[in-house]
C-alpha cells in the first residue's frame, strides 16, 4: 500500500464519518410543535431539568388554555424560557427568560419583542436571527444549566433576564444582581392545570455571563394602587428601572439586565444553571457541569450524549422521513421524566418539605395515566437503568409522600386525570425482568393505594369500588366508567406481581377485581356504560358524547366508544360478553371507520393492536398502524397527532415503527406487526439483559401482510411473544407478502 | 447602734432604692403618639434597630399622608411591628408584623383586627390586652431583636406573621418556615416621602418561638387577573393557605402563621431578629443578643441600659409632669439616628451595593435639615461618643458614596428637604472639642458638597448660589430663599472649620459667602424676599404665605416672617440690616405676637432665643421658652409640637428646660435662659471633657426673671457662654427674681 493511498483511506474514513448520518442528526424537534403536539424546539440535553426554549406565546398564553412556550406558527418572540414542560397538556414553567435587545433599554416584552428568521433546531442546538434586533442567538444545554449565545452588531446592546413573563400562571420572583457578570434569583412557580396553587414552588438560579456587563440593573413593575397615595406615588403602576442596584428585589413583575456597548461585532455566552433546591446548587451545578466549557463545548458534549442515548437503536431501510420521525419521537421520549436532583444529589421531597439528597438519579414529571400504557415498558426494553432508576424515585415518593405519585410535578402531586397508574408501570417493570428495586416496598405501597377506602387520594370512591365493582354517576368520583377500567387495570397488575411474588390470596382477590368491569357491560349495547349508585343503567346514555375532549357523564376525555375496549388485560373476557369474535371485530372497525378512534389521546391508543387477538384479522391491524403512522406522525410541526403526553405518543410510534406493541400493560407480551425499517437493532443493557444486540427484520413490502414470524429462525404460532424470550432472542424475523 | 437600728436602716435604704424614681421611670413613651408627633409606645432599645410598636393604622394609613404606626386616638389594633420610624414625616418601614389571634385561623387584618384595653408603655415595654382574644400583649427588645409575649387563654390559638401589611409604600417579602419554632424571611421597604422608590431595599428577619407549633403555614395573597384565564384559577384575588408548607414563598401579600391548642392558659415568646444585610446575620443578631434570655431578661437588661442613659442628666425641682417631659424628651433624642450594623459588624454600604463591616456603631436615619440645629450639638454634649460615631459613619457614607449625606436612611439618600446640613454637624461637633475622626477628610467632603457646580445632589443651584450669592425663583432649586440660608449656614460652618484648621483664605471665601443672604433682603419690608435671576424681586409678593406646610414660592415648610431670623450666624449682621435693636425686637415681638412662629418646625426654632442679643431684652427670651414649654410640651400624647423629627423638638424641650441653647450651630456657645428645674446635673464623658459634672442651679422663680448668671461663682456678661468654657465649669448658677 503505498503512502497515498494511506492518506486517501484516512481522508475517506473522516469524510464518511463527518457526512454520515448519526441517529442524532434525523432528529428534528420541530416535530410536535404545531398541532397541540406542546413540544418545543429548544435545546436540552437528555432528561435534563434545563431546557432552553424559544418563547413565542406572549400574545396567546393568557386568551386560553396554552400549555408550550412554543408555538411554531406563531412569530413573536419575547425571549428564552430555562426551564420547559414538554408534551403535556397544562401550563406550568416556562420562566426564567432571557432576551438580548439591542439600543435603548427596554424591559416591556410587548415592545422588546421580535420576529425572527433562519431557526434551526437540533438535538441539544437551537439558533435563530432576531429581525428587530439583528442578533443570533444560539441556544444549547448540559443536565441542569441552560447556555446560551448571541452574537450582537456593534453598539448599544443589552440582555434581559426577565422573571416576570412566563408560561406559568404562578407569579413572584426574587432577582439580585451579584457582579456585572452574576445575577442570582428565584421565580415561583406551579398551580400546573390551574391545580394545586398552594403548593407553587420556587425554582432557583445563577445566571453567569462571558463578558462584564458595562453597566447592570434591574427593574420591577408595581402593582397599581388606585387609592388616594397614588398621586404620590411616582412609579405606581409603571415599571421603575434601578440602575447599578445589586440588593435584593422581590415581586411579581421584576427581571435584570446586563448592558453592553460594544465596539464590533461581539459574540457573549450566558450559562443559567437551575435548581429546584437554592441558589448554592444552582451555582455549583453551573459550575461543576459548565466551568471552563465553552458554548462550542457544551454543544458537543450534549450532541455526543444524545447520539449515545439515540444509538441504542439503529434503524436501516425506510425513508429519511422514516428516519426522522423515528428517531425524533426516541428523543422525545428522553425530554421526561427528567432529572429532579442537583449535582450533589439534593432535591426537595415531595410532601416533607425537606431537601432529599439521592445517589442516583430522582426522576420528576411523572404523567402516569399516559405513560403506564406504552412509555414504561418501552423504557425497560431499551433503557432499563433509567426505568429503574424511575421506579427507585416513585418508591421514594412513596416514602417521603405517603402514596405513589399519580402525576407528580416537581416533587408535588398534581393529582392530574384518574385511575391508579403507578402500580401498573411497578408490577410491569418487574415482570420485565428489572428488580433492582425493594418490591416487597413496593407492593405494600401499591396495596395501600388500591385498598384504602377511606381518604384515599389515589382512589377516589374507592370503597364503592370494592363494594360494588364500579364506580356510579352519583358516587362522586370522575369519569365513573373510564375509573372503573382504570382501577381494574392496576388491580390487574398488582394481582399479576402477587402471583409472581407468591401471594396467592392477593393474586386471587386483585384479579377477580380487575374483572369487575364486566359489571358495567351493557350487552345491549355492548358498550361499557355508566351505572347509577342503585345498580340501574344512567339515562338517556349517548355512547358518542364526550368525543373531542367533550365533558360528560361516565367518562374522562373520551365516549364509550372510545372506553370500549379499554380491558387489555382481559380482551379475551370481553369479547365473549361482546358474542364473540366476529362481534369484537366488527365494533373494532365501526370504532375506526366511523371516527370514533382517537389517536391523540391514550384510552385507546392500543385498540388498532388488538385484531391480533383475532386468529384471521392480523393484518388489519398491519394496516392501520402502517395508516396511523402515514395519517398523524409525519416530519412536520404537526407530526404528532396532539399532546405528546410526556413521550406517550412517541413511545407509540417508536414501538409500531419497530413492530411491536406491549398491547397489556403488566403482561410482559408484545404483540407484533409490520417494522417500518428493513432492519432494527436494539442495542440491550446487558446488565439487565443477556444478549447485546435484539435485531428486528421485515422482509416483503411494508404495505403487504405478514406471512410469518420467526425467532431466531422459529416460527412464531400466532402474533404474540413475551417479552423475555423476546429479549434473550437474537433476530425476530417479520415475512410480508 | 444597735442591731435593730442596722437592721431598720438597711430596710429603709431597700424601700428607698425600690420605690425611689429612677429617670427610667419618667419616661411616658405616649407623648408624642398625637397631634402627628408621629413617635410610637412600641419597646425599643436605645438606639435599636429592631423596635416593637403596636400598629394601629391599618384603617386609615391608606387614606392619607400617615407616617406612623401608631396613633393614640385610633383604635383598632392589626398587630406589632418590628422596625419602625420615631418621629418622621414620611410613611416607611412599619414592617414585619406579628399578630396572636384566637380561634379560626384569619389573615386578613381587616377580620382578625381588634379593640385593645389596658395599654402600659414605658422605656422598653409595652402591653395590651386585645379585647376580641382576651390575649395580654407584652413587648419588649434588645438592639436588634424584638421580643414579644403572648399570654394566651384556654383553646385554639395562632400568632400571625404578616408580610403584607405595612406603613412604607413598598411592597415584596419572603418567607419560608423553617420548622414548627422557626420562621425567616425579608420585606421590601423604601421609598420615603415616595421617593426614590428605585433603591426599595430588603430587611431581613428571623423569627424564634419558644413553644412548637402544633400546626404552621403559610399564606398568599395573589393579585387578581382578569383575563380568560382568570376561570380556570381557584385562588384569583382570594388568599390561599398553605398548611405545612415549608419552601420559600413569594409576593406583595404573604405571610406565615403558627397554631396552637393550648388546654390551658399559657405563653408564648417570640424573639425576630432583623439585619439589613442578610437572613444568617438576623440569625446571628437575634442569638447573640437573646440566646437563653427570656423575655422578663432582656426586658431587665434593656430598662437597665435606658437608665443608664438617662441618667446623664439628673434633675431635682419641677414637677413629675416637668420630669416626665424632661426624661420622655431625653429618650426620644435617643431612638435615632439608630444602630444600622449587625452584631457582627456588617452593614449595607450606601450606594455600591456592597457588604460593609465597622468596628463602632454605623448609624443610620439622618434626618439632619432638622437635626443640625440643635439635636446633634446636644448629643455632642451629653453623648459625645455617640456623636463621634455618628461623624464617623456621616464620614463612612461619604467615602461610600462620594457625597456626604442629607437625609439618609438605611443606606439610602432620600434627597428629603433642602440645604446642606452635614458639614454644619461635622464642623459643630469639632468645634465643640469632638474630634476622634479624620477632620481633613471630613474638611474636604464639605468643600466637595459646598463647591461643585455642576451636577450637584446635595446643593441644587449651586452655581447660582455661588455666582449670584442667592438662588432665584427661576433657577430651578426648591424653596430659593429657604434654599439660600441654608447653604450661608453650610458655608458658615465651613468658614468655622476652615479657621480652626488654619485654612485661611478658605475661612474667607466661605465666611463670605455666608452672609450672601443680605442680597436677599428686602429693605423696604425687612424681610428677606425671593428674587428672580436677573436680580428684580419676586412679585407679587405675600410674606404671610408658607404658614401651615402651604406651598409657596421662595420657601420651604414656612413663610417669609417663619425664615426671617434664620442666619443664626449672622444675627448682629441681620439686626444692622433690619435698622438696629429696635426693628428687631419689634419684629421678633410681631412674629410671636402674630401667630407667624411655628413651634412645629425647625426654620424658627431658635427664635424665642434670640432676644438674647438685644441687651435688656432678655427676659423676652425667658418669658416665651416657658410659655412655649407650657404650650406644647406637655405629658399627654399630643404633649409634642408636630413631628418629633428625629429628636428634633425633644432635643429643643429637654435644652430649654435645662436653661441652655446652641443658638447658633458650627458656633460653639450657648445661650442661657431659665432652667426648668432647681438643678440639673450633667454627668460628662470624661473622655472628652475634663469634668465629670456640671451642675446647672436655679435659684427664684421660674417664671421670674433672671437677675445673674455665675459659672463657678463669677458672674458672667452677658446671656452667652461658650460650650468651651460652660464644661470646662462645675456649677452654672441662675438667679431669678
Known amino acids: 500500500m503505498s503512502i497515498k493511498f494511506k492518506i486517501l483511506s484516512i481522508v475517506l474514513v473522516v469524510v464518511s464519518f463527518a457526512f ?6 434525523y432528529v428534528n424537534p420541530f416535530i410536535g410543535t404545531s398541532n397541540f403536539g406542546a413540544t418545543n424546539p429548544g435545546a436540552i440535553a437528555p432528561r435534563g431539568m434545563a431546557s432552553v426554549s424559544p418563547f413565542n406565546v406572549a400574545v396567546q398564553k393568557d386568551a386560553g388554555w396554552l400549555s408550550n412556550p412554543y408555538v411554531k406558527q406563531y412569530n413573536f418572540l419575547t425571549g428564552f424560557t430555562h426551564v420547559n414542560l414538554s408534551g403535556v397538556g397544562c401550563p406550568d414553567l416556562g420562566v426564567i427568560l432571557t432576551m438580548p435587545t439591542t439600543g435603548d433599554l427596554k424591559t416591556n416584552h410587548m415592545q422588546y419583542g421580535t420576529t425572527y428568521t433562519d431557526e434551526v433546531s437540533k438535538a441539544g442546538y437551537y439558533s435563530v436571527n432576531l429581525s428587530k434586533y439583528n442578533i443570533k442567538t444560539e441556544l444549547t444545554a448540559t443536565t441542569r444549566v441552560g447556555v446560551s449565545r448571541y452574537t450582537f452588531p456593534a453598539g448599544e446592546s443589552n440582555i434581559l433576564l426577565n422573571l416576570g413573563l412566563g408560561l406559568t400562571n404562578e407569579q413572584g420572583a426574587t432577582v439580585k444582581v451579584v457582579s456585572n457578570t452574576e445575577i442570582e434569583g428565584m421565580r415561583t412557580v406551579g398551580s400546573f392545570c390551574y391545580n394545586s396553587p398552594e403548593q407553587a414552588y420556587p425554582v432557583y438560579f445563577v445566571a453567569k455571563f462571558s463578558s462584564p456587563a458595562d453597566e447592570f440593573g434591574a427593574w420591577k413593575k408595581p402593582y397599581k394602587y388606585n387609592g388616594v397615595e397614588a398621586q404620590w406615588m411616582g412609579y405606581n403602576g409603571k415599571t421603575r428601572l434601578m440602575k447599578g442596584f445589586t440588593r435584593e428585589v422581590v415581586g411579581d413583575s421584576i427581571g435584570a439586565y446586563m448592558r453592553y456597548n460594544f465596539k464590533k461585532k461581539t459574540t457573549v455566552e450566558v450559562k443559567i444553571g437551575v435548581s429546584y433546591v437554592s441558589i448554592e446548587n444552582a451555582r455549583e451545578n453551573l459550575e461543576k457541569e459548565t466551568a471552563n466549557k465553552n458554548f462550542d463545548d457544551v454543544y458537543a458534549t450534549t450532541k455526543t450524549a444524545w447520539n449515545k442515548t439515540l444509538s441504542t437503536v439503529e434503524v436501516k431501510g425506510g425513508s429519511a422521513d422514516d428516519k426522522t420521525i ?21 432535591y426537595p421531597e415531595i410532601a416533607t418539605g425537606k431537601i432529599g439528597n439521592t445517589k442516583g438519579t430522582r426522576y420528576t414529571v411523572f404523567s402516569l395515566w399516559d405513560t403506564y400504557r406504552n412509555y414504561h415498558p418501552l423504557m425497560s426494553t431499551l433503557y432499563p437503568e433509567q426505568q429503574s432508576n424511575m421506579v427507585n424515585s416513585m418508591l421514594s415518593m412513596y416514602k417521603e409522600n405517603g402514596w405513589l405519585p399519580k402525576w407528580e410535578l416537581n416533587s408535588t402531586e398534581t393529582f392530574t386525570m384518574v385511575g391508579d397508574p403507578a402500580p401498573v408501570v411497578i408490577a410491569d417493570t418487574y415482570l420485565r425482568g428489572i428488580r433492582d428495586f425493594n418490591v416487597e416496598e413496593a407492593y405494600a405501597a401499591m396495596v395501600k393505594g388500591a385498598t384504602e377506602l377511606d381518604n384515599n387520594p389515589l382512589r377516589p370512591g374507592n370503597k364503592e369500588y370494592w363494594k360494588n365493582g364500579y364506580l356510579s354517576v352519583n358516587g362522586g368520583a370522575e369519569g365513573p366508567v ?11 397488575a398488582i394481582s399479576q406481581l402477587a402471583k409472581e411474588l407468591g401471594k396467592k390470596a392477593d393474586y386471587k382477590k386483585f384479579y377477580n377485581q380487575s374483572l369487575s368491569y364486566k359489571k358495567l357491560f351493557d350487552s345491549k349495547l355492548k358498550l361499557l356504560r355508566p351505572k347509577n349508585s342503585d345498580g340501574s343503567w344512567y339515562t338517556p346514555f349517548d355512547p358518542y358524547k364526550g368525543a373531542n375532549f367533550e365533558k360528560n357523564v361516565g367518562y374522562i376525555e373520551g365516549n364509550a366508544w372510545q372506553y370500549a375496549f379499554m380491558v387489555p388485560h382481559d380482551i379475551k373476557g370481553l369479547m365473549k360478553l361482546m358474542g364473540g369474535k366476529k362481534q369484537f371485530v366488527s365494533h373494532l372497525d365501526y370504532i375506526f371507520d366511523n371516527n370514533q378512534f382517537d389517536m391523540a389521546n391514550e384510552p385507546d391508543i392500543a385498540y388498532p393492536f388488538l385484531y391480533n387477538y383475532s386468529k384471521g384479522d392480523e393484518w388489519k391491524t398491519q394496516k392501520r398502524v402502517q395508516q396511523l403512522i402515514n395519517t398523524y406522525f409525519t416530519n412536520t410541526p404537526s407530526g404528532l397527532p396532539g399532546n405528546d403526553d410526556t413521550g406517550t405518543m412517541s413511545a407509540w410510534v417508536v414501538y409500531a415503527m419497530m413492530g411491536i406493541y406491549p398491547v397489556s400493560p403488566a403482561t410482559p407480551v408484545y404483540t407484533i406487526t409490520t417494522p417500518r425499517f428493513s432492519s432494527v437493532t436494539i442495542h440491550l443493557n446487558t446488565t439487565y439483559y443477556k444478549n447485546k444486540t435484539l435485531i428486528i427484520k421485515r422482509t416483503g413490502n411494508v404495505n403487504g401482510k405478514i406471512n410469518s414470524i420467526r425467532l431466531d429462525n422459529k416460527d412464531l404460532k400466532g402474533y404474540f411473544v413475551s417479552h423475555k424470550n423476546l429479549l434473550n432472542g437474537t433476530v425476530l424475523e417479520v415475512r410480508l407478502e
Open 326 to 346: 423515528f428517531y425524533t419521537a426516541l428523543y422525545h421520549t428522553q425530554i421526561h421524566p427528567n432529572t429532579l436532583n442537583d449535582y450533589n444529589g439534593d
Open 20 to 25: 454520515g448520518q448519526q441517529p442524532v442528526d
Open 482 to 492: 373510564s375509573t372503573t377500567e382504570e382501577y381494574n387495570i392496576a388491580d390487574f
